[in-house]
């Protein structure tokens, strides 16, 4: 069950710094003179990106029995 919790923090961090980047940065590409846009990948994205990543590890450690 080690190898569950393991995949499931591995995935759930580089899906939320994937989250974050692409909140933060790809925004001020689009919308260069908003000041309000690096929050999206801090409060959204993000966040939202690491929980994903957490289910996501959690059902591959599941289907493979790590």
Known sequence: MAGIGK???????RLGLLGFAGGFFVPM??????????MLGIFITGPLGFVV???AGAVRGFVRND
């Open 53 to 55: 990543g957490l289910v």
């Open 7 to 13: 995949t499931a923090m591995r995935w759930g961090f």
């Open 29 to 38: 590409v689009f919308m260069p003179d908003a000041n309000q846009d690096p």
